[in-house]
């Protein structure tokens, strides 16, 4: 029974896919910011372990590397960990000290650990008072699209989260889906037909690469 309580305790909650993000109000190194200062453009909200890591101090470059294709996606960074303003003030200018890269997107001072928790970044498999590498993607209406975790051990792609903006932008505007590994320029998987003479047209199209009636690509 004390097993089980323990358990209990430790689930993490998670916010779930294409339902509203957790809403939030913060102190970051920019000044006050809420999702809801987001709305009309995509997010990336991340959070990492602790600052003055060298894990985390490639994965703050490395996001920096990206801003200005994220820029192009109208997609806006926000850093976040359980460290205080002051410790985000003084990293973020030891970086441009010893690395020579200005981090020009804002970090959450996240101590009460409220947008930590609300979001299911604090595992306590982990560490009780850390966040794990966890990656979210929200959409210009507020709602949670895509989110990954990663090991505090094992630094994160930044190519990837820029991959799936572009995809998620993709079946947006077009309807579609995108298959494994896809890129801009790639087909893109169309929605299974609906009844059976949708089917048997799409299979004599030469608007599709079918492999079967359910198994569609085309160009865009």
């Known amino acids: 029974m004390e097993n089980q309580d323990t358990q209990q305790a430790q689930t993490v909650a998670l916010p779930r896919l294409n339902e509203p993000a957790p809403a939030f109000n913060a102190v970051t190194t920019h000044g006050p910011k809420s999702l809801?200062?987001?709305?009309?453009?995509?997010l990336i909200l991340f959070s990492h372990p602790?600052?003055?890591t060298p894990v985390c101090t490639t994965e703050?470059?490395?996001f920096q590397a990206r801003k200005p294709q994220f820029?192009?996606?109208n997609c806006e960074l926000l850093g976040l960990s359980i460290d205080s303003h002051h410790s985000h003030n003084a990293w973020v200018l030891n970086i441009k000290e010893k690395f020579g890269v200005d981090i020009e997107f804002p970090i959450i001072a996240d101590l009460d650990?409220?947008?930590a928790q609300a979001y299911g970044?604090?595992?306590p498999g982990a560490a009780d008072t850390s966040a794990v590498r966890a990656t979210f993607i929200i959409d210009p209406d507020g709602v949670l699209r895509a989110m990954m975790y990663y090991p505090m051990s094992n630094g994160r792609?930044?190519?990837?989260?820029?991959?799936v903006v572009k995809a998620l932008q993709t079946t947006d505007e077009h309807g579609v889906a995108t298959p494994e590994g896809w890129q801009p320029g790639d087909q893109v998987i169309v929605p299974p037909p609906s009844d059976i003479d949708e089917a048997k047209k799409r299979l004599n199209s030469d608007e599709y690469d079918c492999v079967d009636f359910y198994f569609c690509?085309?160009?865009l």
């Open 60 to 62: 703050f470059m490395a």
């Open 157 to 163: 792609s930044m190519d990837e989260f820029v991959r």
């Open 113 to 115: 650990m409220k947008v």
């Open 121 to 123: 970044m604090i595992h």
């Open 50 to 52: 602790a600052d003055f």
């Open 217 to 219: 690509k085309k160009s």
């Open 36 to 42: 809801s200062d987001y709305k009309g453009k995509w």
């Open 71 to 73: 820029d192009e996606l």
